[in-house]
């Protein structure tokens, strides 16, 4: 079955990066978007930017800029996000999620999550 | 900046009909997509483009969309409805997410 799979949770410094994949299977990866999304603990949903696996070519929020990079493996079929110069704030849950082929502006698909904790 | 309002809350006794509201200025402009998520669990797509279900999801959940407000509708609701539901649409191209509704069942 179409599913994205998720690297384990993460306990990072404040300033450190952190990276985190995102392992398709079940469908073409190169075929889809994959779009990054994050929740802190009883928060909601932020979107953090999107990366097409076939070209590479990535867009990211404003928010984000200058701190998210977003990248790929297609012979693993593997997304990755790395987030730089982390701060407390950026302590959440961080999503993969795949457009929907019937509407690319929705997420069909979701990774289980990986919580990131940021911490002295 | 633009943003996606919705009710914090919203309660319903089993079997009665729930309806979610999602306010935003470009809503005439742009599709609506709603999202389930149920406690350590990730959101699921319940509908997408204003009013179309994706498949597998029941047809109790029904979206519209008129003039600023798009609305999720549940009819019929079951106690494994309670969640957080999150409405989704676009500013200026990149996705945006409303603030959540926590859906109770009484």
């Known amino acids: 079955q179409v599913q994205l799979v998720q690297s384990g949770a993460e306990v990072k410094k404040p300033g450190a990066s952190v990276k985190v994949s995102c392992k398709a299977s079940?469908?073409?990866?190169?075929?889809?978007?994959i779009n990054w999304v994050r929740q802190a603990t009883g928060q909601g949903l932020e979107w953090m930017g999107w990366?097409?696996?076939?070209?590479?070519?990535?867009g990211y929020a404003q928010k984000f800029q200058g701190r998210v990079t977003m990248t790929r493996n297609t012979s693993t079929s593997t997304a990755y996000m790395e987030l730089s110069t982390l701060r407390s704030e950026d302590t959440a849950v961080y999503y993969c999620?795949?457009?929907?082929?019937?509407?690319?502006?929705?997420?069909?698909?979701w990774g289980q999550g990986t919580m990131v904790t940021v911490s002295s | 900046s633009y943003e996606l309002t919705q009710p914090p809350s919203v309660s319903v006794s089993p079997g009665q009909t729930a309806r979610i509201t999602c306010s935003g200025d470009?809503?005439?402009?742009?599709?609506a997509y709603w999202y389930q998520q149920k406690p350590g669990q990730a959101p699921v797509l319940v509908t997408y483009?204003?009013?179309e279900r994706p498949s597998g999801i029941p047809e109790r959940f029904s979206g519209s969309s008129s003039g600023t407000i798009a609305t999720l509708t549940i009819s019929g609701v079951q106690a494994e409805d309670e969640a957080d539901y999150y409405c989704?649409?676009?500013?200026?191209?990149?996705?945006?997410f409303g603030g959540g509704t926590k859906l109770t069942v009484l």
């Open positions: 999620a795949k457009v929907f082929e019937k509407a690319q502006d929705a997420f069909d698909i």
């Open positions: 079940g469908y073409t990866f190169t075929s889809y978007d």
């Open positions: 990366m097409n696996p076939n070209s590479g070519n990535t």
């Open positions: 470009a809503l005439p402009r742009q599709f």
């Open positions: 483009k204003d009013s």
């Open positions: 989704q649409s676009l500013d200026s191209n990149a996705p945006l």
